[in-house]
């Protein structure tokens, strides 16, 4: 017990450099007494006390505004950070070393009372907002960025933007077990922009060569460096 306690108090100063000592993390973050008490009410559903293992379960979403439902299975050194808005459902299964930010949803999508819930496996990070929803398995060194809806499997080391979330593949790939947690939820594709830039970029090339080398007709605007630039609008 106590090495599990050390263990989760080490996550937090591992991954939130705001956390200074130990005795401010034991007394100011929501998402370590969260999962202290769903390893007490996850136990307690284990052995047939399903109702007071809800009970403490909603005690404790009162406390934290952090829900775990006591049927979820949750690996080791799991973080939430913030952790205001988070809910994780009966059926979900989390891996080891997994973070999630605030107002993460693990959500089902079925009236049936069968596996219903995502599958989360080690070594993966869920950006603020981010809704993973249906018996889907988000694999290994996978990041979810922030806001998006996830709504099918992704394969190990991925990154998922967007609404519906799109799934990307790195080309580089970390190890299986990475020494530290990858917490650049900030650094995602932008899988929409970069494609449309892509596109025109090829029509303005083929109007070139239909046209003997001139572009006719309106200009189509792309991105330079990442920023659009357009004309005088009211907002």
């Known amino acids: ?16 450099p705001a956390a200074r000592n130990i005795l401010e993390v034991l007394l100011c973050y929501p998402g370590l007494h969260a999962i202290w008490a769903h390893r007490l009410s996850h136990r307690l559903w284990k052995r047939g006390f399903k109702l007071l293992a809800r009970w403490i379960s909603q005690i ?39 973070t999630l930010y605030h107002g993460v949803t693990l959500g089902g999508t079925s009236l049936h009372k069968i596996k219903r819930h995502p599958t989360i496996e080690d070594h993966v990070v869920i950006g603020a907002g981010a809704k993973v929803l249906g018996a889907i398995t988000i694999c290994e060194n996978s990041r979810i960025g922030a806001n998006a809806v996830v709504v099918k499997s992704a394969p190990p080391n991925s990154v998922i933007v967007g ?31 970069e494609t449309l830039s892509a596109l025109i970029a090829h029509v303005e090339s083929l109007e070139k060569r239909v046209n003997g080398g001139g572009v006719y007709g309106p200009t189509l605007h792309s991105p330079e460096h990442g920023v659009w630039h357009w004309g005088d609008f009211s907002i």
């Open 163 to 193: 609404v519906p979330g799109q799934v990307v593949v790195r080309d580089q790939q970390p190890p299986l077990a990475p020494p530290k947690v990858d917490l650049e939820h900030g650094s995602l594709p932008d899988t929409i922009g």
């Open 60 to 98: 404790m979403r009162n406390i934290t505004g952090i829900e775990i439902h006591p049927g979820a299975t949750i690996g080791h050194n799991f973080f939430i950070d913030h952790g205001m808005g988070v809910v994780i459902g009966e059926t979900a299964e989390v891996g080891n070393n997994v």
């Open 1 to 16: 017990m106590f090495k599990t306690i050390h263990d989760d108090v080490q996550s937090v100063l591992d991954r939130d």
